[in-house]
């Protein structure tokens, strides 16, 4: 089973991913991590993250080993990320490994922003999660500060709305909802109601399937 978990930045998708692949006891892959990770690499080698040719060239050179680095969580990379993972160049690197993890078993659980609709479009379930731009500030901003970094929140948000600006309008995979997707409203709900919404979201698709 593979299940495609889309939405945009804050809005609790990686958390909902990894506890519902725990649940389910499937593969997990943050796929904002891999853009984080190639975004990082340039930075480190002191190249601009609008450098599309260097950025296609981090892409091909991609090391999983270095997917948990503490950097990687930080605003800096997370709005480099969002600036190299517009280049269609980088998104059709990645896209074979994505793929590729989705499909090993027992099952998988992906979250990014085009799983539902660019990377696994036959996924057996796709939830989109939304929550409020000012709640997803507010979150990334006790992330941030609980990591020693000393942010300010209306900065945040600004960075949020900008960036979903962005993730909606690139040419290349645009964050939107696939036709088929499971909307889950995440403003108002903990970790584990989200958790049990998106469970429940998952287990009347199985029913489904089986009376098919």
């Given at each position: 089973?593979i ?21 389910y ?23 601009d ?20 680095h ?10 480099a990320?969002s ?54 500030a ?9 990591r ?17 600006e962005r993730?909606?309008n ?39 399937r089986?009376?098919?």
């Open positions: 089973m299940i495609a978990i889309d939405g945009p930045a804050a809005s609790g998708k990686g958390t909902l991913g990894k506890r519902l692949a725990a649940h006891h499937f593969r997990h892959l943050d796929t904002g991590v891999i853009y984080r990770a190639v975004a990082k690499a340039l930075i480190d080698a002191g190249a993250p609008s450098d599309e040719a260097r950025a296609v060239a981090a892409a091909h050179e991609l090391d999983p080993e270095k997917f948990g503490p950097a990687l969580k930080t605003r800096a990379i997370g709005e990320a600036v190299v993972s517009a280049f269609p160049g980088v998104r059709e690197a990645l896209l074979t490994f994505q793929r590729q993890f989705a499909a090993e078993p027992p099952g998988a659980v992906l979250d990014g922003r085009d799983i539902g609709t660019v990377i696994c479009p036959n996924a057996d379930v796709k939830i989109f999660v939304v929550a409020d731009p000012v709640v997803r507010r979150r990334r901003t006790l992330e941030a500060r609980s020693g970094e000393d942010v300010d929140e209306a900065v945040v948000l600004a960075d949020i709305l900008k960036r979903d993730d909606r690139r040419p290349v995979a645009p964050l939107r909802a696939a036709a088929d997707a499971h909307v889950l409203d995440n403003s108002n709900l903990d970790i584990e109601a989200g958790l049990m919404a998106a469970i429940a979201i998952v287990e009347a698709m199985k029913v489904a089986l009376h098919k």
